[in-house]
Antibody, heavy 119, light 105 residues
Framework: QVQLVESGGGVVQPGRSLRLSCAAS????????VHWVRQAPGRGLEWVAV????????HYADFVKGRFTISRDNSKSTLFLEMNSLRIEDTAMYYC????????????WGQGTMVTVSS | EIVMTQSPATLSVSPGERVTLSCRAS??????LAWYQQKPGQGPRLLIY???ARATGVPDRFSGSGSGTEFTLTISSLQSEDLAVYYC????????FGQGTKLEI
């Protein structure tokens, strides 16, 4: 069935790095725009980054610009989020999500992977 | 940045009740408005997109309406499985979410 499965979360110290992965299955990954969205404990949803279907166009929320990098490997149907210079406020559940079209709603979400930044 | 404001933050409801949730945008988002449902320990689920189009598999007791800056999600007859947090999202100018409305007994 159509699904997204995140992995790579964990506990990391401030200033360190972490790489998240999102494995897609059940649909033609290379044809779809995909995103990262995060949710701090007890808080709402916060958009993080988006990458175009071919991987050439990327956009980021201001609070992660210069620290996070979104990328994809269409040959492996996998989305990535490289997170550098992590801060305590980056602690959150990180979800990958598929966009319906272009500049559209998100119709498929993963279950999330938890990132905890703590000394 | 377009700010999305949902009201109320929490709503006490009863099974069978008609429920109305509100979402306001700080500027017009045209029809680029979606609603999501999130249950504890789960990722969000798309309910409504384009203001009023139901996503695949969404029961017809869920409906959306509105335009410009004012939007509404209506549950015509609340079922116990509808107890969750509901988020609105605009995708007209990048992507922003409301802070959520929690439905509780």
């Amino acid at each position: 069935q159509v699904q997204l499965v995140e992995s790579g979360g964990g506990v990391v110290q401030p200033g360190r790095s972490l790489r998240l992965s999102c494995a897609a299955s059940g649909f033609t990954f290379r044809s779809r725009v995909v995103h990262w969205v995060r949710q701090a404990p007890g808080r709402g949803l916060e958009w993080v980054a988006v990458v175009s279907s071919d991987g050439n166009t990327k956009h980021y929320a201001d609070f992660v610009k210069g620290r996070f990098t979104i990328s994809r490997d269409n040959s492996k149907s996998t989305l990535f989020l490289e997170m550098n210079s992590l801060r305590i406020e980056d602690t959150a559940m990180y979800y990958c999500a598929r966009e319906i079209g272009v500049k559209d709603a998100f119709d498929i979400w993963g279950q999330g992977t938890m990132v905890t930044v703590s000394s | 940045e377009i700010v999305m404001t949902q009201s109320p933050a929490t709503l006490s409801v009863s099974p069978g009740e008609r429920v109305t949730l509100s979402c306001r945008a700080s500027q017009s988002v045209s029809s680029d408005l979606a609603w999501y449902q999130q249950k504890p320990g789960q990722g969000p689920r798309l309910l409504i997109y384009g203001v009023s189009a139901r996503a695949t598999g969404v029961p017809d007791r869920f409906s959306g309406s509105g335009s410009g800056t004012e939007f509404t999600l209506t549950i015509s007859s609340l079922q116990s499985e509808d107890l969750a947090v509901y988020y609105c999202q605009q995708y007209n100018n990048w992507y922003t979410f409301g802070q959520g409305t929690k439905l509780e007994i």
